[in-house]
């Protein structure tokens, strides 16, 4: 469904630019959930933004449902991909009403029966129509996300892309969110690129994953390798051992340069 | 805890009056502080920070603070004059925040902003304060000190920076640290070094801790007793090695709602809220 073969992102020209991210490649099947994993400034996000198209400065071969992009996302690519961002505060526009905001994509995809839509779209998210004129600083953390969710979906695209969809929220809103995601996910048929820093969150929602660190990849995982605790790499592990909480003797184990 | 405590809180209220009426973000919490670590989780809007900052009179605006009492090693801090609690504040009880990118001065090199810390509360010569700067900065296990001494805050990683905190906040040796999600902004790994560098000063030199945040897995794993906070008021205190056999359906609830590295469930509990939690008890 995605490939991805020698990706890199330069930011910057010449000798001040800054390679984000390099030679990358993997693979994503039609109907899966893929992770990627990795610290701040690992580029896992800037690989979700490239294949986007929301950035300059990529190289390398990326091919999405049969389709090889170019510099310029064609309105078929838009139709089938869509991206969730991590601040629902600030992926929302704050003066448009939730009705605006659902209506738009459709609108720009010439979709009939809007509102119907809109109606359906808020019902799956699991909110009531009492929702559709709101604005955005009107409703909560989780149902900001709820409506970004929605707002992805009411084009029913085939690929979600999914950049860190619950750090900015409290774990019991973040449970309700993940089970949204994966209710979504089972209806449609979905693919899930999610993109997080926490690894219980990937291992909850996750069917592979690769691990990334300094814009490289490090490996590429089966799920039950996570589960397990049995990746190949040290930097894997030494990640591992970091989210399994506060251990004395562990800290010193930790190396800063894998 | 068997020794007598050295912050002792009852009956802490705090409210902010609005124009639609009080808003009232700490109901009644009251706990005792000795030398450990006390752990205060709760998700946003539980009042876990603003307890933190009524100790320090840090509360803003038109905040109102009301308590039975809040004592300080004898000096009772509701009707401390502001001299008094300068004298306390940064000395006696300071305060690490989450993000070092907004607390540090980004004008003024590392070094002199620690300095300045411990100048502030003694009468020590810069020459003794810039040695004693630098001693802070390796304890919080900075490889280099002489290049970060004289570094300005944006020339340094967040992980440094909150350890630069650390060190500023060390060097007057107050007898308690309150810190407000002090690694929330930090990786794992990076988390984990800053955390056993607050371990370590608070064991070896005999500090209290107040550890404010929202993750119960690594409050669990860090402090010694944890208050879990909701809707402003303490809903259980335990120890924590033992807070994963909680018994308030709100604790519960929270520990079942975190997805597991090691468990594949279908879908995670949701956290049903007891209306009954938010009354007053």
């Known amino acids: 469904m995605i490939s991805v073969q020698g990706l890199g992102v330069t930011f910057g020209h010449g000798s001040s630019g800054f390679q984000a991210v390099a030679d990358?490649?993997?693979?994503?099947?039609?109907?899966?959930?893929?992770?990627?994993?990795?610290?701040?400034?690992?580029?896992?996000?800037?690989?979700?933004?490239?294949?986007?198209?929301?950035?300059?400065?990529?190289?390398?071969?990326?091919?999405?449902?049969?389709?090889?992009?170019?510099?310029?996302?064609?309105?078929?690519?838009?139709?089938?991909?869509?991206?969730?961002?991590?601040?629902?505060?600030?992926?929302?526009?704050?003066?448009?009403?939730?009705?605006?905001?659902?209506?738009?994509?459709?609108r720009i995809h010439r979709m009939n029966d809007i509102k119907n839509r809109v109606l359906r779209a808020l019902e799956e998210v699991g909110l009531d129509s009492s929702f559709r004129f709101r604005y955005p600083h009107q409703v909560s953390g989780g149902q900001r996300q709820r409506i970004a969710v929605a707002r992805a979906l009411i084009i029913e695209p085939e690929i979600v892309l999914l950049d860190e969809p619950t750090s900015a929220l409290d774990v019991s809103v973040q449970a309700e969110v993940l089970n949204l995601l994966n209710h979504m996910k089972r209806e449609r048929g979905l693919t899930y690129m999610l993109v997080s820093h926490d690894l219980a969150v990937v291992s909850h929602m996750c069917d592979?994953?690769?691990?990334?660190?300094?814009?490289?990849?490090?490996?590429?995982?089966?799920?039950?390798?996570?589960?397990?605790?049995?990746?190949?790499?040290?930097?894997?592990?030494?990640?591992?051992?970091?989210?399994e909480g506060y251990d004395r003797a562990a800290v010193e184990t930790l190396e800063d340069d894998l | 805890m068997n020794e007598t405590p050295i912050l002792s809180i009852e009956d802490l209220h705090v409210t902010f009056p609005t124009p639609k009426g009080d808003v009232r973000a700490v109901r009644g919490v009251s706990f005792d502080l000795g030398r450990e670590k006390l752990g205060i989780v709760g998700e946003s809007g539980s009042g876990k920070s603003q307890t933190g900052r009524a100790i320090l009179g840090l509360i803003a605006g038109r905040g109102i603070v009301h308590a039975k009492r809040m004592e300080f090693d004898g000096i009772d801090l509701r009707n401390a004059s502001a001299q008094t609690l300068r004298a306390i504040r940064g000395n006696r009880i300071s305060m690490i925040m989450q993000d070092p990118k907004y607390s540090l001065n980004p004008v003024i090199t590392v070094g002199r902003q620690i300095e300045e810390a411990y100048l502030v509360h003694t009468r020590a010569a810069k020459a003794e304060a810039r040695e004693r700067a630098m001693e802070m900065l390796k304890a919080v296990r900075i490889r280099n000190p002489e290049r970060v001494y004289d570094a300005y805050p944006h020339e340094v990683s967040g992980g440094m920076g909150q350890r630069i905190m650390i060190a500023m906040m060390m060097i007057p040796e107050p007898d308690i640290i309150i810190a407000d999600e002090p690694t929330s902004a930090l990786d794992v790994t990076v988390q984990m070094q800053v955390l056993a560098i607050l371990d370590d000063m608070v064991t070896q030199r005999g500090m209290a801790l107040i550890f404010i945040s929202h993750d119960l897995n690594l409050v669990a794993s860090f402090c010694d007793r944890v208050l879990i906070m909701y809707a402003g008021?303490?809903?259980?205190?335990?120890?924590?090695?033992?807070?994963?056999?909680?018994?308030?359906?709100?604790?519960?609830?929270?520990?079942?709602?975190?997805?597991?590295?090691?468990?594949?469930?279908?879908?995670?509990?949701?956290?049903q809220r007891d209306p009954a939690w938010a009354d007053l008890q």
């Open chain 1, 208 to 243: 592979r994953l690769v691990v990334m660190q300094h814009g490289r990849l490090v490996e590429t995982l089966a799920i039950e390798q996570l589960r397990n605790f049995t990746p190949a790499h040290p930097y894997t592990s030494q990640l591992l051992r970091a989210s």
């Open chain 2, 233 to 271: 008021q303490v809903m259980e205190v335990r120890e924590a090695r033992d807070l994963h056999n909680a018994e308030h359906p709100y604790t519960r609830g929270l520990l079942e709602c975190l997805p597991r590295i090691d468990a594949h469930g279908e879908s995670l509990a949701v956290l």
């Open chain 1, 24 to 106: 990358l490649s993997f693979e994503v099947e039609r109907g899966e959930s893929f992770g990627l994993v990795g610290e701040s400034g690992s580029g896992k996000t800037t690989v979700l933004r490239a294949i986007a198209g929301l950035i300059p400065g990529v190289s390398g071969r990326l091919t999405v449902a049969g389709e090889t992009l170019g510099p310029k996302r064609s309105k078929r690519f838009r139709h089938l991909v869509q991206m969730v961002f991590q601040d629902p505060f600030g992926s929302l526009h704050p003066r448009h009403t939730v009705d605006q905001i659902l209506s738009e994509p459709a």
